[in-house]
């Protein structure tokens, strides 16, 4: 059993911050790699950033280091991704992914990651 829930997307000018959330239920002990990727109209899918629960280390993609930062709150089961200084190409629906045990992959590739949550939108004008 494993739910992904994302919230925090939304509408901002160039320049500007967001904070997305991903609550997860996991039904497992195991350690788990957490994700976000994002993706535009008539785009692939892209990741962004990993985070592996057991270790928290990490690791971002050159487009978005220096600006956004993931980070885990395992008491609450909840992956944050912070977005600053925002730019119009960072528009697209960011989703939340997890797979099971094992080890992040690096660059994160859309079909290593087996469980996905339904996107929040974010949008920089």
């Not at 957490?34 to 629960?53: C, N």
Request: proline share 5%; aromatic share 8%.
């Amino acid at each position: 059993h494993v739910q992904l829930v994302e919230s925090g997307g939304g509408l901002v000018q160039a320049g500007g911050s967001l904070n997305l959330s991903c609550a997860a239920t996991v039904n497992s002990n195991n350690l788990n790699c957490m994700g976000w990727f994002r993706q535009a109209p008539g785009k692939e899918r892209e990741g962004i950033a990993v985070i592996y629960s057991g270790s928290g280390l990490t690791g971002c993609d050159d487009s978005v280091k220096g600006r956004f930062t993931i980070s885990q709150d395992n008491a609450k089961n909840t992956v944050y991704l912070q977005m600053n200084s925002l730019k119009p190409e960072d528009t697209a629906m960011y989703y939340c992914t997890l797979r099971r045990g094992g080890y992040c992959p690096r660059p994160p590739r859309a079909p290593d990651f087996g469980y996905w949550g339904q996107g929040t939108q974010v949008t920089v004008s």
